[in-house]
């Protein structure tokens, strides 16, 4: 057995290429949300492991028939979910390669052109979103490319902690603070919790609907100045551009002001709304950001970056490395003993890495930061298309302005009193309740049928439905249709 004889991997590999673009073709037959039901893979595969080898076409078969049915179409142009992983081909050659060679690039030595077009890609992104230089290899900074936010905001609050507790020595742990509002991403939750800030010092600000959920600057401060008054010491703040449930915008010149006088960390999550800042006319969403320490955004969620992809950037790149750089005796070399170079291991939790600027590399050279912003805007377009939809259908409301190409709206309470109309007087549950209540059956029977797939958000007590527009393949005519997919559902509900 040779398992990298070139002749047969010339032959599975143009099969499963075959495989995927029939795949793209024909993804609108199946239904966007999988329909099985838990557990249901179990019965259909055997207890153990083959001893004696299969062929490909066998395996594709069970693919086909046993796989498929347990997988939602995140690539299909009626995925509404979440956020989209708009994957390319550019993104998925170039993970290809990077898979081709295999290379396991921790240090420079160990594959000297990963490290040095990782360095090339992010000050080329950090130039298109008009970073200041702090954060460019060309200044004092630097990026990396990390799998996904949850690493960049653990790498980011460990060199934050570090910093800080160089300062005031590491019995002073229970003291350090972390600022985050109600509407940031579970991820900084955990990694307070990696990092050793007591739960006591994670400090959540409430955000209001009539600041369309961004946190402001008075309620941080205030919270800051007990802390302080406390003998407490701020150390981190996560400011959003974007957040997850209604994609808010904090507002970062002004928590920056705030946050600098205190000596924090700020990192900028930009998970999803980083994309649309290369966009001269969105650019203002991150303006403030020469005040933050560390910025990131995901090319896997709207940069046409196959998954996995996070861009972090750093505007002391020494900080994260005095945290998290490692030596051992069998990675020595003169590259780095030089301090000629960027170990990226030092940039990160593990050791090992992928070689992931490929991918970016192709993204950006293939398609041009000119057709990218367009795809970007067209996603924009579509998502204002559909938000004038549902404001000329009385029954919903539009629950929060949209930002970008996220619209999340709802059946009104005026539109579901009937339904809920006796329990409503015996007093058991409030108008609200109900439209909730509706709002998630209505949910549940759009993404039951299969034809498109929305998740929700529940913001302030109301449960609303989120149509995230950037699919790939999404076109205007899924967005309309999938506002007639919606008004259908909301018929039979209320008319039932
Ligand atoms: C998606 C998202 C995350 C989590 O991203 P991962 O790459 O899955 O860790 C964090 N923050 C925001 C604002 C997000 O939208």
């Not at 099985?36 to 595969?45: A, Q």
């Not at 998925?92 to 390669?97: A, S, Y």
């Not at 949850?150 to 005031?168: M, N, Y």
């Not at 005796?329 to 301090?339: F, G």
Request: charged share 15%; glycine share 6%.
């Amino acid at each position: 057995m040779n398992p990298l004889e070139p002749k047969e991997f010339r032959r599975q590999g143009h099969m499963i290429i075959d495989f995927l673009a029939d795949y793209y073709q024909s993804i609108t037959n199946y239904p966007v949300l999988s329909q099985v039901e838990p557990g249901y893979l179990r019965k259909l595969t055997p207890s153990f492991a083959p001893l004696n080898p299969e062929p490909i076409e066998a395996i594709l078969q069970d693919l086909q028939q046993h796989i498929i049915p347990g997988i939602t179409h995140w690539q299909s142009p009626n995925y509404f979910a979440y956020f989209p992983s708009s994957g390319s081909t550019a993104g998925f050659v170039g993970e290809m390669l990077s898979t081709g060679f295999n290379l396991v690039g921790f240090n420079w030595v160990s594959s000297p052109a990963a490290t040095e077009l990782e360095n090339t890609v992010m000050d080329w992104l950090g130039q298109v979103l008009k970073l200041p230089k702090t954060f460019l290899f060309s200044g004092s900074g630097g990026g990396v490319l990390l799998g996904t936010t949850c690493e960049a905001i653990l790498v980011t609050l460990v060199a934050a902690r570090d910093k800080i507790l160089s300062q005031i020595g590491i019995e002073n742990i229970g003291k350090l603070v972390v600022y985050v509002s109600d509407q940031t991403h579970c991820a900084i939750q955990k990694a307070a919790h990696i990092v050793g800030i007591h739960s006591k010092n994670f400090r959540v600000i409430n955000t209001m609907k009539s600041t369309s959920f961004a946190l402001m600057p008075e309620p941080l401060l205030s919270a800051i100045h007990t802390d302080v008054q406390n003998g407490l010491v701020p150390c981190y703040l996560c400011v959003t551009v974007g957040t997850t449930s209604t994609t808010a915008i904090d507002p970062l010149g002004l928590l920056c002001k705030v946050a600098n006088k205190y000596g924090m960390w700020v990192h900028v999550d930009a998970a999803y709304a980083g994309s649309v800042c290369i966009c001269p006319e969105f650019r203002h969403l991150i303006d403030g950001v020469e005040g933050a320490t560390s910025f990131s955004f995901n090319a896997h969620k709207w940069f046409l970056t196959n998954l996995d992809c996070c861009c972090l950037w750093v505007k002391d790149q020494a900080s994260v490395i005095n945290s998290l750089s490692t030596h051992s005796v069998y990675l020595e070399n003169n590259a780095s003993d030089l301090k000629q170079v960027v170990d990226y291991k030092d940039w990160q939790i593990t050791l090992s890495r992928r070689f992931r600027a490929l991918k970016v590399w192709l993204v950006l050279r293939s398609y041009g930061v000119a057709n990218l912003r367009d795809f970007l805007r067209s996603h924009v377009e579509m998502a204002k298309n559909f938000e004038e939809l549902v404001r000329k259908d009385k029954r919903f409301e539009i629950f929060v302005p949209r930002n970008v190409a996220v619209v999340c709206f709802r059946l009104l309470p005026s539109a579901v009193a009937k339904i809920g109309n006796g329990r409503v007087q015996d007093g058991h549950v409030t108008t609200e309740d109900v439209a909730n209540e509706i709002n998630r059956k209505l949910l549940d029977s759009i993404n039951g049928s299969g034809t498109v797939y929305m998740t929700h958000a529940t913001v302030g007590g109301v449960f609303v439905i989120r149509c995230a527009i950037g699919a790939t393949l999404t076109e205007k005519t899924h967005v309309i249709m999938a506002w007639k997919v919606v008004q259908e559902h909301a018929d039979a509900i209320l008319n039932h």
